[in-house]
């Protein structure tokens, strides 16, 4: 363990000096190209120095001893309760908790800025647990970015402060923990539900308007009222394939003037190769009706569900 943790410590700090020294360079090219008589570039010049002084810093302090890199990781270990007696097995020989403790020591000596987990909290005990989440407070209270993925509720509701949806090849960013993400979600469900109905509704009316249209030309018996009547049922089926959802993701009435294209769940959205040779109704089924979680109005509430009882 202890050699796994200096391990990482040392190419956590061999990359940081590096993209470090990437910055500083690229910082000081910007300031090759500053004019100094301008007021404006020379307050620019201020704040890259400053900028530049502060990854100089951060390099410096990475600079550690092997004495002291070897105390904070015995540190680090002792704070997630590997025993000192595990220090110089070979971690193929110990169990996946302690591997996990390990790993997590190491994002403890390397104070990364961007700390990404995936089920941390797998193979933890209590003690790991309760651990990892200081771990995560310390690295928030840094100023860190902490990306957690995990299927501990009560660890994403005590830390997290936003939540990133991930289905359908999309991310969706909701602010709040996981329970308000849920009251999100369930109100963007009720949502969709609404509109899909609402343009289910809207649909068979444009069909069965189709329907009546096709039967009245065909009962027509004078050539002008039968073109008469064709202009209208080609403007029905035009109607049919434009129409879609009515509501943009600000929760505005779509128009042509502020949205443009091609609705969504609209038939005219499909490839032509699909839509040729099937008929409107064949094709109503087939369009795939994709309504994101718009908002019915500009600003809405949705209260937690109490936890207290009388």
């Given at each position: 363990p202890i050699d796994v943790v200096l391990k990482n410590h040392r190419d956590m700090k061999s990359q940081s000096a590096e993209a470090n020294a990437m910055r500083i360079k690229d910082l000081e090219d910007e300031i090759d190209g500053l004019d100094m008589e301008s007021e404006e570039d020379q307050a620019r010049m201020e704040v890259l120095c400053e900028e530049i002084s502060r990854l100089e810093e951060d390099s410096d302090d990475d600079e550690d001893d092997a004495d002291g890199a070897e105390a904070k990781a015995r540190e680090a270990l002792h704070f997630f309760g590997v025993p000192d007696s595990m220090y110089d097995v070979s971690t193929s020989k110990l169990s996946g908790g302690i591997r996990k403790k390990i790993t997590l020591a190491s994002a403890l000596v390397s104070r990364a800025r961007l700390l990404l987990l995936d089920e941390p909290t797998c193979h933890l005990d209590l003690g790991g647990i309760i651990q990892l989440r200081r771990l995560i407070a310390d690295y928030i209270l840094s100023k860190a970015t902490v990306v957690l993925v995990s299927h501990?509720?009560?660890?994403?509701?005590?830390?997290?402060?936003?939540?990133?949806?991930?289905?359908?090849?999309?991310?969706?960013?909701?602010?709040?923990?996981?329970?308000?993400?849920?009251?999100?979600?369930?109100?963007?469900?009720?949502?969709?539900?609404?509109?899909?109905?609402?343009?289910?509704?809207?649909?068979?009316?444009?069909?069965?308007?189709?329907?009546?249209?096709?039967?009245?030309?065909?009962?027509?018996?004078?050539?002008?009222?039968?073109?008469?009547?064709?202009?209208?049922?080609?403007?029905?089926?035009?109607?049919?394939?434009?129409?879609?959802?009515?509501?943009?993701?600000?929760?505005?009435?779509?128009?042509?003037?502020?949205?443009?294209?091609?609705?969504?769940?609209?038939?005219?959205g499909m490839d032509a190769s699909t839509r040729n040779g099937m008929t409107h109704k064949q094709l109503l089924k087939q369009a795939a009706v994709d309504i994101g979680p718009v908002p019915d109005k500009a600003v809405q509430f949705d209260f937690r569900d109490p936890t207290s009882t009388w």
């Amino acid at each position: 363990p202890i050699d796994v943790v200096l391990k990482n410590h040392r190419d956590m700090k061999s990359q940081s000096a590096e993209a470090n020294a990437m910055r500083i360079k690229d910082l000081e090219d910007e300031i090759d190209g500053l004019d100094m008589e301008s007021e404006e570039d020379q307050a620019r010049m201020e704040v890259l120095c400053e900028e530049i002084s502060r990854l100089e810093e951060d390099s410096d302090d990475d600079e550690d001893d092997a004495d002291g890199a070897e105390a904070k990781a015995r540190e680090a270990l002792h704070f997630f309760g590997v025993p000192d007696s595990m220090y110089d097995v070979s971690t193929s020989k110990l169990s996946g908790g302690i591997r996990k403790k390990i790993t997590l020591a190491s994002a403890l000596v390397s104070r990364a800025r961007l700390l990404l987990l995936d089920e941390p909290t797998c193979h933890l005990d209590l003690g790991g647990i309760i651990q990892l989440r200081r771990l995560i407070a310390d690295y928030i209270l840094s100023k860190a970015t902490v990306v957690l993925v995990s299927h501990d509720i009560d660890l994403l509701n005590d830390i997290s402060t936003d939540t990133i949806h991930f289905a359908n090849h999309l991310l969706t960013y909701y602010p709040g923990n996981y329970r308000d993400f849920l009251g999100y979600r369930k109100q963007g469900i009720t949502h969709e539900l609404k509109q899909a109905n609402a343009l289910s509704k809207q649909r068979e009316a444009i069909v069965k308007s189709i329907d009546y249209l096709k039967k009245k030309s065909s009962a027509a018996n004078c050539r002008t009222a039968k073109k008469k009547i064709g202009k209208q049922l080609e403007n029905k089926k035009k109607k049919l394939e434009r129409h879609g959802v009515e509501k943009n993701e600000h929760g505005h009435r779509r128009t042509a003037q502020n949205d443009g294209g091609i609705r969504k769940g609209a038939i005219n959205g499909m490839d032509a190769s699909t839509r040729n040779g099937m008929t409107h109704k064949q094709l109503l089924k087939q369009a795939a009706v994709d309504i994101g979680p718009v908002p019915d109005k500009a600003v809405q509430f949705d209260f937690r569900d109490p936890t207290s009882t009388w």
